[in-house]
């Protein structure tokens, strides 16, 4: 009886929920551009998928296109080259994780160490230069270094005695040339992050350390790396969210179209935009585009959720 | 902070040098020396080779040293600003009214989505969280992009694609933590509302994060190439680092067809160009704001980088 007055007083759901909704207007005001953003550029092009399961034909759109079920995938298949690209892919992006990582949390740990606060803001600053400028300077400047005819390097190479290296028609130096190339890039970035973690650590630590008679070795060894593991884990974990997803810019700028170097640098997402861009096979760059977002999607999943069952601390989400 | 910095600095001061401190030091400045002069003299060479004339440099290569100085390649790039000064005009455009709504649409949504009194806050985060986990691929949201928001060679295309983003939103969100709830609270018992919260109480309070979203904006706008390598083939409406990328490529292009053994007749003229050097002083034109921006503004990167610890 007195259960059933309650639940008559009670406003409906959707007028609690109406009730709610009033009360933060403004809030929900104020996330309204941002909402509109993202299901425009990024729902609606999920949803989009559906492309990857048509012959897409672009005056038709989306919707008119005929369906052809799992064709695109077999010629994503049939063409051989969905393995080795998404091996490359993956091995390109594992080394520059690893490289990158070792790089980055190294310089931040010798700065660190450094006396002279003038000697480590400059080079702080020198390290953090190459982030700023686009990948298609990167390409002029190394064509300024490494060029055949008037690359300084080659200069150097021919002035004590040797011949001149092309790098741009042996792809072989690439796996080498890409991880430099990237890490002279992004490490400056990196470094500054793990130092500003470093600067966060408890001072105490060092001091009670220096007490106990620790020399540098040990100081890094038993404070400072352990200190910097929980940046390093989500660093990991974000690059790993993309790890399918190959650096367009880096390939594209430097590789593009060399078919001379392709055998050893081409990668899903150079794959993708040739499909788009010069054979305009939608469907099939759909269905490629679809695997890799799979693929990433999977990765981080799993590796988060070892990550949370080991440590929930770390773990992205 | 302030005594956190005096602590290490008189912990340092007395700390007995030792052997080991000195050989890891000595390490120090050789690596950090070496990998900091790897990352600038890249630059100098660029620049230096700018102001060389074409045969000195096609004479000696690349090299840090000026053998024959020479503005040349400048004078020819200025002869016909035109393309120029429409790349810059778009990219300076673009940079600045891009720039200004991706911080105010960052900071705005990332203030609502950590209020502690928003029922929703958990659910729209996921909703946006949610898109840097999975997304649809490049296709359809280039079809999206070009068949239904008509981005084909329309300014748009240079300025939506990077206005909102969910990192920053992060970084956003993680900063707007740490200013205090009472702010909001006591506001709202005084009858404000939350526009007038967000934008008399908060956003002044945080021009930390202003400065950090807006940097990371700007340059994300400055160095942009592939929007306009999907979306533009109007030479009037190309961004600036894809003018410089088509004109590398094109004097690329031009040294190979001559290397092939193309008729000589039609090309004798154009193969005269300085092509080296313009390509270098090309280099120098579009990237020299950054570079002279770079001092002045990389301590607020640095800065920057510690007020949003990336997590979701």
């Known amino acids: 009886m007195q259960e059933s007055i309650v639940r008559l007083n009670r406003p409906s759901l959707w007028k609690r929920f109406m009730r709610s909704a009033w009360s933060s207007k403004f809030l929900l005001l104020m996330l309204l551009p941002s909402v509109a953003y993202v299901i425009i550029f990024s729902y609606l092009p999920m949803a989009g998928i559906v ?267 | 902070m302030q005594s956190k910095g005096a602590t290490i600095r008189i912990a340092r001061r007395n700390r007995i040098v030792r052997t080991d401190q000195r050989v890891f030091n000595a390490l120090g400045y050789t690596l950090v020396t070496l990998f900091g002069l790897a990352c600038v003299l890249p630059f100098l060479l660029i620049a230096i080779n700018s102001f060389t004339s074409e045969s000195a440099l096609m004479h000696n290569g690349y090299s840090f040293i000026l053998k024959e100085f020479s503005l040349q390649a400048y004078s020819l790039s200025f002869k016909n600003p035109q393309r120029i000064l429409w790349a810059y005009r778009n990219t300076v455009c673009v940079t600045v009214l891009g720039t200004a709504i991706a911080v105010f649409m960052a900071s705005m949504t990332g203030y609502v989505l950590q209020r502690r009194d928003f029922p929703a806050r958990n659910a729209f985060s996921l909703f946006f969280f949610f898109t840097t986990l999975f997304n649809g691929g490049l296709v359809p949201w280039y079809i999206m992009c070009t068949r239904y928001l008509s981005f084909r060679n329309n300014y748009h295309a240079l300025l939506l694609p990077m206005m909102f983003s969910v990192w920053n939103v992060i970084i956003a969100k993680n900063f707007m933590k740490s200013i205090p709830y009472e702010i909001t609270e006591s506001a709202k018992v005084d009858g404000a509302n939350d526009l007038t919260i967000f934008f008399r109480l908060i956003l002044p309070l945080s021009t930390p994060l202003l400065a950090t979203l807006g940097l990371f904006s700007a340059l994300a706008y400055w160095n942009d190439w592939y929007n306009s390598m999907l979306f533009i083939t109007k030479e009037n409406k190309m961004s600036l680092q894809y003018f410089l990328q088509q004109m590398i490529n094109s004097i690329q292009a031009l040294k190979n067809l001559v290397t092939m053994g193309a008729s000589a007749s039609a090309l004798s003229g154009m193969v005269s160009l300085p092509q080296e050097t313009l390509k270098m002083a090309m280099t120098v034109i579009t990237t020299g704001p950054i570079i002279l921006l770079y001092p002045l503004v990389q301590r607020y990167f640095v800065k920057g980088l510690t007020i949003g610890a990336v997590k979701g």
Not at chain 1, 257 to 269: F, G, R, S, V, Y
Not at chain 1, 301 to 314: L, R
Request: glycine share 8%.
């Open chain 1, 51 to 317: 492309i990857a399961f048509k012959k897409f034909s672009y005056p038709k759109g989306i919707f008119a296109s005929p369906w052809v079920g799992f064709n695109n995938f077999k010629f994503l298949m049939m063409s051989n080259k969905l393995a080795f690209l998404t091996r490359n892919t993956l091995l390109y992006n594992l080394a520059f994780i690893t490289v990158e990582m070792t790089v980055e949390v190294c310089f931040a740990i010798l700065i660190n160490e450094l006396i002279s606060k003038k000697f480590k803001r400059i080079f702080q600053s020198f390290m953090f230069l190459p982030y700023f400028i686009s990948w298609v300077v990167v390409a002029a400047i190394v064509q300024a270094v490494f060029g055949y005819e008037y690359g300084m390097i080659n200069g150097i190479i021919e002035g004590l005695g040797g011949s001149r290296i092309n790098i741009y028609a042996n792809s072989n130096y690439w796996p080498f040339l890409l991880v430099l190339f990237r890490v002279w890039k992004m490490a400056g970035y990196g470094t500054v992050v793990y130092l500003a973690t470093i600067t966060g650590i408890d001072p105490q630590l060092y001091e009670s350390s220096a007490i106990d008679g620790a020399n540098v070795w040990q100081r890094v060894r038993y404070i400072t790396i352990p200190s910097l593991i929980p940046t390093m884990i989500i660093m990991f974990l974000l690059a790993l969210g993309q790890v399918f997803r190959g650096d367009f810019g880096l390939f594209y700028q430097l590789i593009g179209n060399n078919a001379a170097l392709l055998p050893k640098t081409d990668i899903l997402d150079l794959f993708i935009y040739r499909a788009l861009a010069s054979t305009s096979d939608f469907g099939m760059a759909a269905a490629a585009g679809l695997y890799q977002s799979v693929l990433c999607f999977i990765t981080i999943m799993i590796v988060n959720g070892i990550i949370k069952k080991w440590q929930p601390d770390y773990s992205l989400f």
